[in-house]
């Protein structure tokens, strides 16, 4: 018996439960990332984007609700492997003068993966004529690539932060001394 062939709705409905896991991935990571960062700027970035995060949770229901399908989610691999590089690098560098920066650059990975999914979603979402599908999906966009800005304005002062050298370079004489 053949099987039959997927169309864009399954490729709009499979990323949707992939997006719906990763969001609620994220809302753990972001409070994870709060408690975490010392600068107290970036805490507050991380703590804001949780909730909106939770919010952005409650809108992909509502998208789930447009569709007639049921709100799921699917394991996503690479919010996975996102959040284990965060692990990683949180026990490599989390006493380090470049713990924030560090932080601010994992965010931004989920950031940029989320942009990228919202922007496939919104624009598939329109294409299948579920335009209030479509304005969910843009408005969680907008507020990705809002966070995506803070989190690159506050990155500029940490990644300064996080140049100082905690020894004297070998080989090198005079200039700083170590912090």
Not at 127 to 135: F, P, T
């Amino acid at each position: 018996m053949a099987t039959k062939p997927k169309t864009l709705h399954d490729a709009f409905y499979e990323t949707l439960k992939d997006v719906y896991y990763a969001e609620k991935q994220s809302v753990k990571a972001l409070k994870k990332s709060a408690k975490a960062a010392e600068h107290a700027e970036l805490r507050q970035a991380f703590e804001t984007h949780a909730e909106e995060s939770a919010n952005q949770v409650e809108r992909l229901g509502q998208v789930f609700e447009i569709i007639g399908k049921p709100a799921r989610a699917k394991t996503c691999e690479a919010m996975q492997g996102i959040t284990s590089e965060m692990e990683e690098d949180l026990e490599d560098f989390g006493d380090s003068p470049a713990a924030d920066a560090v932080l601010a650059a994992c965010a931004q990975a989920v950031e940029h993966y989320e942009i990228a999914r919202y922007g496939t979603l919104k624009t598939w979402a329109a294409q299948l004529g579920y335009a209030d599908a479509a304005k969910l999906l843009d408005e969680t966009l907008q507020e990705e690539k809002k966070t995506d800005a803070l989190l690159s304005e506050i990155a500029e002062k940490l990644n300064l932060d996080g140049t100082e050298p905690t020894e004297e370079p070998a080989g090198k004489k005079g200039g700083r001394k170590a912090a």
